[in-house]
Structures are given as C-alpha cells and as structure tokens.
C-alpha cells in the first residue's frame, strides 16, 4: 500500500529551528509537496522536489532523498505565525497526489 | 480576486438530505479536485476532473456524484446525507498533472450531519 508519515505534533520556540521529517512509500514518485495549513483554513503551497538535494526558499528549506524515501522541510527563525499544520505529500506513478496526516507545529514564546 | 471559491462555506444538515456543494476557479486551470479532511486532518481525494472528465474517481460512496459542467466549475452532490460524512471539503485546482503542478485550494465547506 502507499504511505506516508509524518510526527504527529511538534512543539519550537520563537526564533529557533525546527525541522519536519516525512518518509513515504509509493508506487512510483513523480516529486514531493510540503503544504502549510493555518487552523481553520485551506492548505496553501510551500516547496517542491523531485531531485535530490536541498531547495531553499527564504526562511523555509525542503530537502529530499529519493533513495531513502525521504524529505525535511526546514523552518528557521520561526515566528508565531508559522504555527500550523504541514502536509508532505507525494506524488505517485498515476500523477495522484498522496497525502500525509500533517505535522502541527506549536510556536511558543 | 478569489481564485478559488467554494459556497457554502458551512453547512449544517439533518441525515437523510441531499445537498450540493458549488466550486469556481477563475485561475485557466484544466484540472479540479474533491478532498474531504476529516477530523483527524487526513486529506483524502475524492474525484478529480481534468478538461471536464473525471480521471480519478476513489472508492467513495455513489451518494457523492460529482459534475463539471465546464472547467472552471466542479460541483459536489451529496445524496442521503450520513452522520460520517461530516468533514471539511475542498475543492482544489491546478494547471495539469506534472512539473511542479500546484494546487491551489479553495475556502473549504464545513459540513455537518446531526
């Protein structure tokens, strides 16, 4: 069967690094997402990958590895907005998109 | 502007009715989706439509039929309303299927069956 996992919560403080890991199993992987979800709202687009390696944007990285069936998604200098919900999900041999149950991140002063 | 829109944003109904949730997108995107996010936040794909023909079609109840009268609209029906269909759906579109194809979704209908 396809799955992906994610921890369930995490907790960080204001101003600190927190890293959010994702490992999948799929048939087929045609590139990796990692949506941010605010409380109450709708999931709205983070990163991409579907090489190997690191993709940075601003305060945000996602970092893949296709032959460990895994990526991170890196968050510095967290602020309290950036509490939410992050969804990982792949994209499988059929172009589905598959998703995680999301990891809900809690800032903390 | 509003790129994608869903009405009702809630819905609150008794078990037994049918009711349709209404989904616009106004982005030239081919490719429209169902989800259905219960309350453990699992994002599940209902039916997705690309140019007006359903290529993804899970294994959801035949009470949800699904219509896209042209690509900027795919409707939600729901016939017989059940207490576990209760759950936040939205409604998703994107450009195609590959590359980094976005998805970029809608408000979310919050529906509740007492």
């Known amino acids: 069967g396809q799955n992906i996992d994610q921890p369930t919560e995490m907790t960080a403080t204001e101003g600190a690094i927190v890293q959010i890991n994702c490992t999948y199993q799929?048939?087929?992987?045609?590139?990796l997402f990692w949506y941010q979800q605010h409380a109450g709202e709708a999931p709205t687009f983070l990163s991409y990958n579907v090489l190997d390696g690191l993709e940075e944007k601003g305060r945000f990285s996602s970092f893949l590895s296709r032959s460990k069936g895994y990526s991170y998604l890196l968050l510095k200098e967290l602020q309290m907005k950036d509490s939410a919900s992050y969804l990982c999900?792949?994209?499988?041999?059929?172009?589905?998109?598959?998703w995680g149950a999301g990891t809900k991140l809690i800032i903390k002063p | 502007d509003t790129a994608v829109s869903q009405t009702p944003k809630y819905l609150v109904t008794q078990m037994g009715n049918d009711k349709s949730i209404k989904c616009e997108q106004n982005l030239g995107h081919d490719t429209m989706y169902w989800y259905k996010q219960d309350s453990k936040k699992f994002l599940k794909i209902m039916f997705s439509y690309n140019n007006k023909e359903l290529i993804i079609n899970e294994t959801v109840p035949n009470r949800f039929s699904p219509k896209s009268p042209d690509k900027a609209h795919l409707n939600l029906h729901i016939n017989s309303l059940e207490l576990g269909d209760s759950a936040v759906y939205f409604c998703a579109s994107s450009q195609g299927v590959g590359g980094v194809d976005t998805q970029y979704f809608g408000p979310g209908t919050r529906l509740t069956v007492l």
């Open positions: 999900a792949v994209r499988d041999s059929n172009y589905q998109l598959i």
């Open positions: 799929t048939s087929g992987f045609n590139g």
